[in-house]
């Protein structure tokens, strides 16, 4: 029975890690000073941040930044079509 669960969890960590590509590729592209930027911004997508601000001297991402970081949740399955259009409604608040 330990053998079984060990490969469901050996299976689920191996399923999540390959659901993480489009995420690293994301938040890592360059300018690689900007990957924090991009994790506030998935952090706003996600709702667990109110707002993506950050202080100088870093700047606000612009649209089509923003646009891959909602690709890539999109892609690895953390942002659902129910979070898009919520997502989608408060940026246009901003």
Known sequence: MHDALAADRHVAE?????NAGPLQQAFYAPP???MHN???EAL??????RSATVRPP???LDANEIERVRAALTDSGLLNAEARS???R???DR
């Open 38 to 40: 991009r994790m506030k």
């Open 32 to 34: 690689f000073l900007d």
């Open 58 to 60: 870093l700047l606000k």
């Open 14 to 18: 191996f399923q999540t890690s390959l």
């Open 90 to 92: 408060s940026a246009s």
């Open 44 to 49: 706003v997508m996600l709702g667990q941040f």
């Open 86 to 88: 919520q997502w989608n």
